[in-house]
């Protein structure tokens, strides 16, 4: 049998070391690499795009466009209430159990583990539009929306920004691991088309079309959309608040967000679990939490304090 080469071992080295979120590899590095564009991970993200040119292989039905708006809202919605509302900035509790629920919930949406996606978001609040920023749109649009996340330095975890999550082992396995509910929800998507092209044949749908309208077509735009919070947000909107960042209130945004576009709004008082701060700014993410803490899976919600409220009020009559 032929033994692999160096190069190959290299290789199958950066694969397991890629596959099982090990950063070792990454936090070795020279500093001068930490802003290069990793190739493989690059390569990944432009197959998922690729995929959803296959459309005009497998056609389009009303329930194929159905699921991809179905699970665009689902993990949409994953991202802001759970990644970024409870695990960035802890603004409501829940239970053990159902904070792991909702850790791989969120990997359904194929943006890494919420360890590393909190721990990045904490450092863009602390930091916000500075050199430090890891996705300020000073350094360019392409950078904010998505060149950031593909650079080699920013696959690191920064553990020292999620200490309170990261002791919990079993959101440490979970990250190690985070692709299998985004693959898990590949197959899914492709085993109810089956199902349903033998039960169902009316609906006119099959597996290799549900696994291109509700895993790539709707993956692609829930990256794009949230992306748009870095990108878009800190350059078009109002500023009701002073924040000394670039961070804007953007109703568009907010609407194809559930509520992330009242980013100013949000990086006033970033512990608010609500972002629309008034009754009138739609915060589609808030009102599926006002449900999910009437059922009890969710507690302690934490509002937006009236003196923020008043400042606001004062902003709005100079």
């Known amino acids: 049998m032929k033994s692999m080469s160096q190069a190959e071992k290299r ?3 950066r694969f397991w070391q890629w596959l099982v979120n090990d950063d070792a590899f990454y936090s070795e590095m020279p500093a001068a690499e930490h802003e290069q564009i990793d190739m493989f991970r690059l390569s990944m993200f432009v197959a998922l795009h690729l995929g959803c040119l296959l459309v005009f292989v497998v056609g389009i039905s009303w329930f194929a466009v159905g699921l991809a708006l179905f699970l665009y809202l689902l993990r949409m919605f994953f991202i802001t209430a759970f990644y970024h509302r409870y695990f960035s900035h802890r603004s409501y509790r ?3 159990p159902m904070q792991f629920l909702m850790a791989a919930a969120g990997c359904m949406a194929g943006q890494r583990g919420a360890l590393w996606w909190a721990s990045h978001h904490r450092e863009h609040h602390l930091s916000s539009d500075t050199e430090k920023d890891p996705h300020s749109p000073k350094y360019g649009f392409l950078n904010s929306h998505a060149l950031w996340f593909l650079k080699k330095g920013n ?3 920064n553990k020292n920004r999620i200490k309170d ?5 079993e959101l440490r396995w979970l990250e190690r691991l985070d692709w299998l509910p985004f693959i898990g929800l590949a197959v899914g998507c492709y085993a109810i088309g089956m199902a349903l092209q033998n039960w169902f044949p009316a609906l006119n749908t099959n597996g ?3 696994l291109v309208w509700g895993f790539f077509i709707s993956t692609v735009l829930v990256y794009h959309a949230t992306y748009t919070i870095n990108s878009l947000c800190h350059r078009y909107g109002r500023q009701r608040f002073d924040t000394k960042d670039n961070s804007r209130n953007n109703l568009l945004l907010a609407l194809l967000t559930l509520g992330e576009g009242w ?3 949000h990086h006033r ?6 972002q629309g701060f008034y009754w009138w700014e739609l915060d589609l993410s808030y009102m599926v939490l006002c449900l999910m803490s009437r059922l009890g899976l969710i507690s302690d919600m934490k509002p937006v304090p009236a003196y923020i409220l ?3 009020e004062r902003g709005a009559r100079k």
């Open 11 to 13: 290789t199958a080295a």
């Open 94 to 96: 829940v239970s053990r």
């Open 155 to 157: 696959f690191l975890t």
């Open 165 to 169: 999550f990261s002791k919990y082992a």
């Open 208 to 210: 290799a079309q549900l």
């Open 263 to 265: 980013h100013n709004n």
């Open 269 to 274: 008082y970033p512990v608010s679990t609500r």
């Open 310 to 312: 008043r400042e606001a």
